[in-house]
């Protein structure tokens, strides 16, 4: 069972445009909502990360949107690069320190 | 920074073969995880540890074990490897039980089952 369900599993974003990856989640327990970025052979690193009682929360050209009601939340990249092209993995955090991931999105930005 | 290390960075084994997998953390942290990651399934939690000698079974414990000897090492064990665990692994390592507390990965293993 995905408790975290993430869109698009792709993307493909032109330099300067804005890239959005969304995310669905269904336990109401989280309270936590990292989004980590991983580059091909490496591991994944933390990028930005939010809290529920915020709507939203902004970090150079990326920000979170986050919709209690909506059990929703999407990364938003603005004037995206192409050192931007990774991996992107949202998720949820319980008390316990447990993650639960989404599926991913693969991000290209094309020159 | 903290540094997350993994033995081997691409595996090759045998059906039935008994596979280690280590991963050794350098910043004192408490908690441990092992990940498998898949495509299209993102990452899946296997098994993680909050203290030496203790872990915790994860979303997909089944066909692994692990071991905690020591705060820094956190080892997967696949008993009898099968085809299906052919995989990429990540072990991760995090601070405490904070609510922002960040879990800090190594570069992964990649296991081919043959």
């Known amino acids: 069972q995905q408790q975290v369900k993430q869109s698009p599993q792709s993307l493909i974003v032109q330099k300067g445009g804005i890239s959005i990856i969304n995310c669905a989640y269904e336990n109401t327990a989280f309270d936590y909502f990292p989004w980590y970025q991983q580059f091909p052979g490496k591991g994944p690193a933390l990028l930005i990360a939010i809290r529920p009682d915020v709507s939203e929360k902004k970090e150079g050209r990326f920000t979170i949107s986050f919709n209690k009601s909506a059990k929703q939340f999407s990364l938003h990249i603005m004037d995206s690069q192409p050192g931007d092209s990774a991996t992107y993995f949202c998720a949820g955090w319980t008390s316990g320190s447990r993650l639960t991931f989404g599926e991913g999105t693969q991000l290209t930005v094309n020159p | 920074d903290v540094k997350v290390t993994q033995s081997s960075r691409y595996l090759v084994k045998r059906t039935g073969e008994k596979v280690f997998l280590e991963c050794v953390q350098d910043?004192?942290?408490?908690?441990m995880f092992w990940y498998r990651q898949d495509p299209g399934l993102g990452l899946r939690l296997i098994y993680f540890?909050?203290?030496?000698?203790?872990?915790e079974k994860g979303d997909i414990p089944e066909g692994y074990s692990v071991s905690r000897e020591k705060k820094e090492r956190f080892s997967l064990i696949l008993e009898s490897a099968s085809t299906n665990q052919t995989s990429m692994y990540l072990c991760a390592s995090s601070f405490g039980t904070g609510l922002s507390e960040t879990q800090y990965f190594g570069p992964g293993t990649r296991l081919l089952v043959l």
């Open positions: 540890s909050y203290d030496v000698k203790m872990k």
């Open positions: 910043m004192d942290h408490e908690n």
